[in-house]
């Protein structure tokens, strides 16, 4: 069975700070990965999606994330956060046709 | 575009009583999900729909929660009867086929307080 482990809970930050949040996931075979977001209020959102190819993926509001084959990982990553990405960020993975397993989500509250 | 519909928004109820949550998915999705998402937790598929077809209910937990999708449209989740542990936020999703390249849609979700 495939899992998802999302390493921090509550990251919080400054404007302007860099962000990193982890995501591994356990599958032996070929996945597709997602990273979605919550933002207060409002509903579950694609922020973006890997399915083949580069594995440096980009999404909305200039995030970014890279696949690790090697280290089953899919980091989410954005150079220069923003007060209104203060969100709850969720890590999911498919397999196929298969069910969306998704991680316990990490809060990132960004500081004014 | 609509986005996916859902209802109520808020439910409370007293354990061993029955609900009913029910979810409008986009028009022209093929494919349905209702996710169970616990504080704290990461949403859980409960059972996806492909048409009125059931495609996996494999986390479905059959002695209480039903769901059905009759026209292949609208869907309902009942539980019956409630426990503690179903307090949740019950997420319906739609896309427009099953496979994996085929972004889901989040409807508001409906927060269930059982106590």
């Known amino acids: 069975a495939q899992s998802v482990s999302q390493h921090n809970h509550h990251v919080i930050l400054s404007e302007a700070a860099s962000l990193e949040l982890g995501c591994n996931y356990s599958y032996g075979g070929t996945v597709n990965l997602f990273w979605y977001v919550q933002y207060p209020g409002q509903h579950l959102q694609l922020l973006l999606k890997?399915?083949?190819?580069?594995?440096l993926v980009k999404g909305i509001k200039g995030f970014e994330a890279e696949f690790i084959k090697s280290k089953f990982s899919f980091n989410l990553r954005k150079p220069s956060v923003q007060w209104s990405d203060t969100a709850e960020y969720f890590c999911?993975?498919?397999?196929?046709?298969?069910?969306?397993?998704f991680g316990d989500g990490t809060t990132l509250t960004v500081k004014p | 575009e609509a986005g996916v519909a859902q209802s109520p928004r808020y439910k409370i109820i007293e354990k061993r009583q029955s609900v009913a949550f029910w979810c409008n998915p986009i028009?022209?999705?093929?494919?349905l999900y209702w996710y169970q998402q616990i504080l704290g937790q990461g949403p859980k598929l409960l059972i996806q729909?492909?048409?009125?077809?059931?495609?996996?209910d494999s986390q479905l937990p059959k002695d209480r929660f039903s769901a059905e999708r009759l026209k292949g449209v609208d869907s309902t989740l009942k539980i019956q009867p409630a426990k503690l542990e179903d307090s949740a936020v019950y997420l319906c999703a739609s896309s427009l086929f099953g496979g994996g390249e085929y972004e889901q849609y989040f409807g508001p979700g409906t927060r269930l307080t059982v106590t």
């Open positions: 729909f492909q048409n009125n077809g059931v495609v996996d």
């Open positions: 028009s022209g999705h093929a494919t």
């Open positions: 890997y399915f083949s190819g580069d594995p």
């Open positions: 999911a993975v498919r397999a196929n046709a298969g069910k969306s397993t």
